[in-house]
Each structure stands twice: as C-alpha cells, then as structure tokens.
C-alpha cells in the first residue's frame, strides 16, 4: 500500500470529518473530537482560511493519519511560524514513517508560506514517548513551561 499526505480543500469536509475522527481514536478522546462536530460551513470556512493546515495521511483512500496546524503571522518581521496543534497516526500504521512524512508535507507548505519555522507541544507524559523521539529526531528540543488561562466562559454547545 502506498501512502499519500494531501492537504484537505475547502470542499472535503466529509474528509476532514474522518481526519477527526482518527485524532479521536489514537488520542483515546473520541468525545472531544466527534462529540460536537463543527457545522460543514463552519470547517469549510476553516478550511478556506489563510491560517488553518491540515494534512491527511491516505492509504487506499482511507485516513490513517493527519495533522491539524496553524500559520501564526509575526509582527517584528515579514514572515510567520507553522504551529502543529495535532498530529496523529491510527494505532495499526503506526512506526511506518507516516508522521514524518506528514511532517515532510507541512515542511513544503511551510516553505511556500515564508514561514522560518514548525513547532509542536509534546506532553511529558509517558505515553507520548514515541512523539517526543520523533520530534527530537526532526528537530531541537526547547524546554518551555505551558499554561492555560481560562477565559471564563464554558464550551459553547450548540
């Protein structure tokens, strides 16, 4: 089986369904990912935007893996970063080089853009061990401290 990374289009969102779905099923978070799935306008409106980038990894037309990202625009200079929000593989296709070639993928879009840098969060947490070899093969680690400030206002549900 051959293996594709195509940029999801502003009129696939069934696909872009199926992408959240997998981060559903390889982050054991099936909730937050089809729970309250988006409106199809609402992810074609994403789609669409300059900022938002995500990356299906396809084999026999079935996703088997992905990565949602974001190009962040600087203000010091004319250029931008590509900030990896997910990135994930299906259990059974993992250590077959589909995140790196997801990562290869985005790397070509992020040259398009001017963009001078990716970046992606990895947790300490044991389990994403494998994502953090990965990332230290692909690129420099930084040590940063994270946190999450609420804005006082609950998840809107439809």
């Known amino acids: 089986m051959s293996?594709?990374?195509?940029?999801?289009?502003?009129?696939?969102?069934?696909?872009?369904e199926a992408l959240s779905s997998t981060f559903g099923d390889a982050f054991a978070?099936?909730?937050?990912?089809t729970g309250y799935r988006p409106r199809p306008d609402y992810l074609r409106r994403l789609l669409e935007s300059e900022y938002?980038?995500?990356l299906a990894?396809?084999?026999?037309g079935q996703v088997v893996g992905g990565l949602a990202a974001y190009e962040l625009k600087k203000f010091e200079q004319e250029r931008s970063e590509i900030y990896i929000y997910d990135l994930a593989v299906a259990k059974?296709?993992?250590r077959?080089?589909?995140?790196?070639?997801?990562i290869e993928g985005l790397?070509?879009?992020?040259?398009?853009?001017?963009?001078?840098?990716i970046f992606v969060q990895a947790d300490t947490a044991v389990e994403d061990a494998p994502a953090i070899a990965l990332y230290t093969k692909l690129?420099?680690?930084?040590?940063v401290l994270h946190f999450d400030i609420p804005v006082g206002r609950k998840h809107d549900v439809p």
């Open 107 to 117: 790397k070509k879009i992020a040259q398009s853009r001017g963009a001078y840098v």
């Open 29 to 33: 978070d099936v909730e937050t990912y």
């Open 57 to 60: 990894a396809l084999k026999n």
């Open 92 to 94: 059974q296709h993992r």
């Open 96 to 102: 077959e080089g589909i995140a790196t070639a997801l």
């Open 52 to 54: 938002f980038i995500a």
């Open 139 to 143: 690129g420099v680690r930084e040590d």
């Open 3 to 16: 293996l594709r990374v195509h940029q999801i289009k502003p009129d696939e969102v069934a696909l872009m």
